[in-house]
Every structure is written in structure tokens, then in C-alpha cells.
């Protein structure tokens, strides 16, 4: 009877756990960290003093905290697989590069680039991870097909998770390459199931991005390690080394964009590595641009049940306790300062609660201006379908689900257009 009991009330508390607010009035009063105000309680009131002293603390913070300690050493070489300059009906160079992190060469990130061929010299490009491997961003037939397993084993072209032929052009939607090239811009992504596969049980498995790590470098994880999303943000890095070998990418106007969990991904990368000229997060919601402490929608607890991989093992502490997490996500994109974000939303993606998106870029603004840029006047954020653009900082609250789209596009080249 008693085992009964234990059974019934953990259903219970499951059940009550996965019940999400979406009643503003029900969101807790709350105080947020302030960016410009030490640990120690001193204030910060120059740049001198922001970027020797506070953004290391909130970036020890952060990766103490939330997404774990970046591990990774410097070290890596590059092959260029394929070039065909006459893609896409002559509208782009297609270049597939291949980069290894270790010598043995055993695991390495493919990355796939379009560049304009009407632009005059180095171009700038998107930079971002993609879901489905490179052939989903297009139906181009030269895109060589990923080998690695991916999470759409029920959609087709993905049989048993593996990519064949139809899988081709899946996500192209999300990926509008020829708009993207027709305004000057590039693109450059990788699968980002590369180095570490998005699946809970990954730590358990041989495929382990983990274990592979462990045994080139002899460094073991523990609580305060890497996550997924500090894996997957670092291979961006890795990709931008790459990119500054290459003399027809523009390295210095990188834009690193990212959609949902990747949307974390750009977030962090662009935190971490300030080489990143741009950074764009599309409804990236909890633990990405929205405030936790707002406890709208999906909640740190909601996360570290679905995805337990994503994060340190650290995070884990704050389920149900965003009050007490030493960070929150403002801070996060504070980190970015002073280089253009952009932070979008949908307006059906209550989930990953677009207000709380909004203000997060808003309470951001005080480290902007201490860069003397202008930053976000209003705490209320725009109605549904207005762009609201202030100096570096862009928002927008799409109508429609949780996606990316060609909406989304325009508005991220426009402001690429003004910033880059």
C-alpha cells in the first residue's frame, strides 16, 4: 500500500508539474540580477569595468550554473571535400568542408556553405546549426547526405532516423538559401547532431559525445561540464575558425542564428565568442532569451525532465527554484553587448512565453548604453506582427507556431542590412 502511495503521488506531482502557466496574472513578483552590479555589490560604470570584471563573472556564472564549462581545446584541421561554383543554376559557390577535432579524425563536423556568386569580395554570412543534416536546408541533389542518426525516424525520408535521398530539402523552409543569397548574405551550417546526438540516453550510449571526449583529451565530465548546448555552441566557434581561413567568407561579419533549442545554441556561442559580429535567437524561449523568473510557460524543471543532456549537471538544482538561480537570462544577452541581437518570438508559441523574450532583451538594454548604444524604451513589448528595431537590438513577435520562416528572414537580413 505504502509503494502505492509513493506511485500515486509522484503521478500526482508529474501531473502538476506539467501544467504551464500562461496567465500573466499568475507570474510571481520577482527582482532580477542586475548586470551592472557585482557579486560583491560593487557597481559597474564604465566598459573598463564591464569587461574586465562583471562579464567574466555572469559568463563564470552561467557556465557554472546552466550550460556547463566549456572544455574544449583549440586544435583542428579542415579539408575541403567538394566545391561547385555553378550551384543552385549558377546562383552560388556550394563548398562542403570537412573539420577535425582530433587527429585520428574520427569525429568530424561537415560543414555546408553557399556563397553568393554576385557578390564582389568576401561575403557575409548566417552562420547556424541545422536539425535534419545538410541535405534538409535544400533540395540541391550535389548536397552529400549525412551518415548520423537524427530524431525524425517517423518522417520521410528519415528511415529508423537515418537520412536517405527524400529526406532532401525537409527543412528548406526554414532554410530559404536563395532568398537569403539574393540579399548578399551567405550561409554556413552543419547538422548539429555531429558531435553530440540530441537524445536523452546519449551518455549512455557508445556514440557519446562525452566518452569520445574523455578519450582524446582524458578530461572526465562531471556536474559542472558542458551540455549538449555548450557542445553544440562550441562547434560554432570551431566552424568560425574555419571561416577565418577562408578568404571568401567575410570572418568579420558573422551572423550566428539559431531557432528553438538551437536558438539557445547562437546565444551561448555568441556569449562565449565575441568574434560572432550578429547574433539572432528565433523562440528560443526558457534558458534561451526568456526571463526564467517570470516562471511562464515552459520552466527549468519542465527542461531538465524532457532534456537532461541539454545542460550542466549544476542546473538540475534550480527545478521548480528559478528564484534562486544566480543568473537569469537578460544577463545572458547582456553578454553580447555591444553587437547587434536580435530576439524573435511567435505569437502561438506560448511555451516558450514571448514577453518574457521580449523583456529579457529589454532589461539588457542598461549594458548597452554603457556602450553609448541605444537600447529598448518600452517595457511593453509590441503588438503581434510589428517589428520593433532600437539601434543594435531587434525584436519582433511573429504571428504563427513555433517555426522559422521566410517572414522571419526578412526581417533578420533587413536588420543584417543596418548593423553589418
Sequence with gaps: MRFVIILLFVAISAMVLAQPNYDEAKVPAYTLPNPLVTERGKAIKRVSQWEKQRRPEILSLFAQHVYGHTLGGDAATYEVIAVDKGALDGLATRKEVAIYLSADKSRPIHVLIYLPNSRTGAAPVFMGLNYGGNQAVSTDPGIRIITRWTRFAKQPGFPEGYA?????????SRWPIE????????VVTAYYGDLQLDRPDIDSMDD???????GQTGVQRDNSSWGAIGIWAWSLSKMMDYVETDGDVDSKRVAVVGHSRLGKTALWAAAQDQRFAMAVSNNSGED???????EYGERIADLNRSFPHWFSGNFKQFDGKESQLPVDFHELLSLIAPRPLYVASASEDLWA???GEYLSLYHAGPVYRLYKQPALQEAEPPAVGEVRVVGPLGYHNRPGKHDINIYDWERYTDFADKNL
Excluded at 164 to 172: D, H, L, V
Excluded at 179 to 186: N, P, Q, V
Excluded at 208 to 214: N, Q, V
Design 164 to 172: 536517405n535521398e527524400q529526406s532532401r530539402g525537409f527543412y528548406a
Design 353 to 355: 512565453d514571448p514577453k
Design 208 to 214: 557519446s559525445f562525452h566518452r569520445w571526449f574523455a
Design 179 to 186: 532568398y537569403i543569397l539574393s540579399r548578399g548574405y551567405g
Design 288 to 294: 534561451g532569451a526568456a526571463i526564467a523568473r517570470r
